[in-house]
Nanobody
Framework: QVQLAESGGGLVQPGGSLRLSCAASGSFFSIADMGWYRQAPGKQRELVAAITFGGSTDYADSVKGRFTISRDNAENTVYLQMNSLKPEDTAVYYC??????????????WGQGTLVIVSS
């Protein structure tokens, strides 16, 4: 079972930047599709950014041009660089690891989340 550990959250003023990190345990990180999700109070969890094992990326419209997802397969780590942060970006951010399992199954792993607060 893959274990994920997020870090990098905190309190930042509007317009500021943060970089989130998510370190994955175990092997075969390079075959995993990785994603960052967030959940604000009273709202459903939503996909913020994703990066495939091949390096293709996708972003929610609300963060395009401000957030960048990247990965370092040598370090088993995925990053989310967040710039020009807005109060509406306030949420718990979760890392997701999705990879193929045996018998055609898809294996999903989630981190514990890291809190981002954007406020003056």
């Amino acid at each position: 079972q893959v274990q994920l550990a997020e870090s990098g959250g905190g309190l930042v003023q509007p317009g500021g930047s943060l970089r989130l990190s998510c370190a994955a345990s175990g092997s075969f990180f390079s075959i995993a599709d990785m994603g960052w999700y967030r959940q604000a109070p009273g709202k459903q969890r939503e996909l913020v950014a994703a990066i495939t094992f091949g390096g293709s990326t996708d972003y929610a419209d609300s963060v395009k041009g401000r957030f960048t997802i990247s990965r370092d397969n040598a370090e088993n780590t995925v990053y989310l660089q967040m710039n020009s942060l807005k109060p509406e970006d306030t949420a718990v951010y979760y890392c997701n690891d999705r990879r193929p399992g045996s018998g055609g199954r898809v294996l999903d792993a989630w981190g514990q989340g890291t809190l981002v607060i954007v406020s003056s």
